[in-house]
């Protein structure tokens, strides 16, 4: 499970997802962030080219890993780099998300 967040810039990934998935080195980054509590994060590095699997798609996504306290329902934070990456088109209304992959929705 993901959120899907609209007002979001970037994938963020927290620290403790990224060390269970035994990735790679992370790539550094100078970034600061400010986390919707309003407070300031300082992330860890950028995973990339991580692969999302989303029921019969997988997507490449970076994400920022991050130290933060994580909802377990909802591991990852999937931004607008993300969901342009996989097409997404939004219901909001209908409260519905596809995403698409050539012809395949």
């Not at 590095?45 to 130290?67: L, R, Y």
């Amino acid at each position: 499970m993901a959120l899907a967040d609209l007002g979001a810039s970037i994938n963020l990934m927290p620290l403790s997802v990224w060390k269970k998935l035994s990735f790679p080195d992370l790539s550094s980054t100078c970034m600061t962030l400010e986390l919707a509590t309003r407070s300031i994060a300082y992330p860890a590095g950028i995973a990339e080219d991580v692969f999302v699997q989303v029921d019969k798609f997988t997507f490449p996504a970076d994400f920022v890993v991050v130290h933060y306290d994580v909802d377990p329902r909802v591991p990852l934070i999937l931004g607008r780099p993300f969901l342009r990456m996989a097409y997404a088109l939004v219901d909001v209304h209908g409260e519905e998300l596809i995403l698409r992959d050539g012809d395949e929705k």
